[in-house]
């Protein structure tokens, strides 16, 4: 299935009124795909509004910041991400997002 049609199929369900951080974050990271950054943005936002704890929320909003040149805010983003990540014990995520940092504060 191409990103276009995930979009769709994400946005019906949230019409149906389907809301939840999951289906913030896949309707972020499929606009994010396809570089639509406002939306991913504020898909991902919303995800981390309704789970301020989902590690994988914070590494998409991260990633969506960077990519918008939001470098201040992704590097908050990630550090918070990363916080968060340490807590649940979701390693691979803290490497992941501890890597995506380095890069933005090296630059």
């Known amino acids: 299935m191409n990103t276009q049609n995930l979009i769709t199929n994400f946005e019906t369900l949230l019409?149906?009124?389907q809301d939840?951080?999951?289906l913030r974050l896949?309707?972020?990271?499929?606009?994010l795909k396809e570089q639509h950054l406002t939306l991913a943005l504020q898909h991902l936002a919303k995800a981390l509004e309704l789970d301020p704890n989902y590690s994988a929320a914070w590494k998409g909003y991260g990633k969506a910041l960077a990519e918008n040149?939001?470098?201040p805010a992704a590097i908050?983003?990630?550090q918070k991400g990363i916080e968060v990540a340490s807590q649940k014990g979701d390693l691979q995520?803290?490497?992941?997002m501890t890597v995506?940092?380095?890069r933005l504060e090296s630059h």
């Open 100 to 102: 995506f940092l380095k």
């Open 26 to 31: 896949s309707l972020g990271l499929a606009y």
């Open 93 to 96: 995520a803290v490497k992941e």
């Open 76 to 78: 908050v983003a990630y």
């Open 69 to 71: 040149q939001q470098i």
């Open 20 to 22: 939840n951080a999951m």
């Open 15 to 17: 019409a149906k009124g």
